[in-house]
C-alpha cells in the first residue's frame, strides 16, 4: 500500500502532555500544527518551537483559545491552508480550576466545562467536515482518570471529563461509515505543570494509591495516541483507554 502523508493537529500542543504527543507523531513521519493559547500572547509558543528545532521536532504552530467557536474555526483555516488538509485531531487542551463545590464560583464552572469540553465540540466541528469529504480520520479526545472515579475538589473537572467520552461514543457512531474513527484516553496522574500545582502534602497522598508507585510520564500517553492515529487501527472506534498505572481498573 502506498505511504500516504498524514497531517495532525493538537491541541495544547505546546503543554506537557501535548509536546510529546506532537514529538511522537512527529517521529512517524506526520506534519503536526500544535495549537497553543497562552492567554492570547504569542511569546510562549514562539519560543517552544525554537526549542523544538533545535532537538530536530520542526512544527507548525497555531493559536486558537479553545473556548471560542470563531476562534477554533480561524484556527482549523489556517491549518487547511498551510498543510490542505487535517488527517488527526488530538483534542488535548485542559485546565484545572480545582474547588470543594461549596466553594467553586460559577465563573470555575463555566471556564473548565468550556476550555474542557465546549473544546472538543468546537474544534472537532471545525474539523468534521474535511474528514467526512475525504472519508478519513483519526480523532483522539484526552479525558482523565478523574472523569470515571470522580475527585474531591472537581465537580467541573469530573464533569467535563466524563462529558467527553458521551461526545465519543456519539460522534463514533455518526462517522464511522466515513473512515473516521473517535476514541478517548484516559490519563491517570502525568508528571506535568498540572499535575505539579497540586498541593505536595496532597500530591503524595495520591501517588501513594497508584500501584505502579508513580506519575504517569507524557510519553506513555504519546505512544497511545500515535497507536490509534495510525491508519492501521480503523476497527477501534468508541472506545476509552485508561491509562492510570493500575489506579482505577472498571
Ligand atoms: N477525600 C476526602 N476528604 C478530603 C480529600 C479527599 N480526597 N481531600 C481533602 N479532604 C478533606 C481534608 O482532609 C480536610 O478535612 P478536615 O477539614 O477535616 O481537615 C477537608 O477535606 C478540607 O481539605 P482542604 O484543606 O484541602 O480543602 P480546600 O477547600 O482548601 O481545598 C482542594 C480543596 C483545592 C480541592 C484541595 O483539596 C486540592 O487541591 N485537592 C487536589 C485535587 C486534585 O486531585 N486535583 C487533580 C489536579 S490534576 C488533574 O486533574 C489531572 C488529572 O486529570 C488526573
Ligand atoms: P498542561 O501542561 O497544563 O497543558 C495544558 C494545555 O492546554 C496547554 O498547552 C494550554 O495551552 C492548553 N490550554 C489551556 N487553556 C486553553 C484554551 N483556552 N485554549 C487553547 N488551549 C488551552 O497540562 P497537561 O497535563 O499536559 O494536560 C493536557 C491534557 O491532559 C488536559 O486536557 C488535561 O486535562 C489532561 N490530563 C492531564 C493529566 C495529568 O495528570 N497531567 C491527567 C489526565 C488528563 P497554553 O499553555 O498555550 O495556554
Known amino acids: 500500500m502506498p505511504h500516504i502523508h498524514k497531517v495532525a493537529l493538537v491541541t ?9 504527543i506532537c514529538q511522537h507523531l512527529y517521529v512517524q513521519g506526520i506534519t503536526v500544527a500544535a495549537a497553543y493559547y497562552g492567554g492570547g500572547k504569542h511569546e510562549k509558543a514562539q519560543t517552544w518551537k525554537a526549542k523544538q528545532s533545535e532537538l530536530g521536532y520542526e512544527f507548525t504552530t497555531v493559536y486558537a483559545d479553545v473556548k471560542d467557536d470563531q476562534s477554533c474555526n480561524s484556527m482549523v483555516s489556517d491549518v487547511l491552508k498551510k498543510h490542505g488538509k487535517i488527517d488527526i485531531l488530538v483534542n488535548n487542551a485542559g485546565i484545572t480550576q480545582d474547588a470543594q463545590l461549596k466553594n467553586m464560583s460559577t465563573e470555575q464552572w463555566l471556564t473548565v466545562l468550556r476550555t474542557n469540553l465546549d473544546s472538543v465540540f468546537n474544534v472537532t466541528r471545525a474539523v468534521i467536515n474535511d474528514m467526512v469529504q475525504r472519508n478519513y480520520g483519526r480523532i483522539i479526545n484526552i479525558s482523565s482518570i478523574n472523569a470515571q472515579k470522580g475527585q474531591f475538589g472537581q465537580v467541573n473537572y469530573s464533569a467535563a471529563k466524563a462529558g467527553i467520552h458521551g461526545f465519543t461514543m456519539a460522534l463514533a457512531q455518526e ?5 473516521i474513527t473517535v476514541n478517548t484516553i484516559s490519563p491517570g496522574y502525568i508528571a506535568t505543570d498540572m499535575v505539579m500545582a497540586i498541593p505536595e502534602e496532597i500530591r503524595e497522598k495520591i501517588i501513594a494509591q497508584i500501584p505502579v508507585g508513580r506519575l504517569g ?6 505512544r497511545m495516541v500515535t497507536y490509534l492515529a495510525a491508519s492501521e487501527s480503523g476497527f477501534i472506534t468508541g472506545a476509552n483507554f485508561a491509562l492510570n498505572g493500575g489506579q482505577h481498573m472498571h
Open 12 to 20: 495544547g500542543g505546546t503543554g506537557g502532555i501535548g509536546t510529546a
Open 175 to 179: 462517522v464511522a461509515r466515513k473512515g
Open 217 to 222: 510520564k507524557p510519553e506513555e500517553i504519546a
